[in-house]
């Protein structure tokens, strides 16, 4: 069985910085690609940045500048370090998995549970 875990989040004040990580485990032959989204009550799930296993890291304009992706393959982790956070960057953050498991050919989705993130002003 593949697991994915986040963790990370909590209250921090505006300009303030935190670190998400986000492992996944278990029967994993290859990962293609991990990223991190976000979602705020009322609003769609957004992109927030994409690590390949190139390391190419994508990024959504608002947190251009503000916001680092990294990634340790052998430990099969990705961190998002948040710097300069503003009140807008309050939301639920998810870590996103296209893994391919062991004894199967095809990438499936795997989600991580979200870790609340609250930037106060």
């Known amino acids: 069985q593949v697991h994915v875990v986040e963790s990370g989040g909590g209250l921090v004040q505006a300009g303030g910085s935190l670190k998400l990580s986000c492992k996944s485990s278990?029967?994993?032959?290859?990962?293609?690609?991990m990223a991190w989204y976000r979602q705020v009550p009322g609003k769609q799930r957004e992109s927030v940045a994409t690590i390949t296993s190139d390391g190419v890291t994508n990024y959504t304009d608002p947190v251009k500048g503000r916001f680092t992706g990294s990634r340790d393959n052998a430990k099969s982790t990705v961190w998002l370090q948040m710097n300069s956070l503003k009140p807008e960057d309050t939301a639920v953050y998810y870590c996103?998995?296209?893994?391919?498991?062991?004894?199967?050919?095809?990438?499936?989705?795997?989600w991580g549970q979200g870790t609340q993130v609250t930037v106060s002003s």
């Open positions: 278990g029967s994993i032959f290859s990962i293609r690609y």
């Open positions: 996103y998995a296209a893994i391919r498991p062991i004894g199967l050919v095809e990438y499936y989705p795997y």
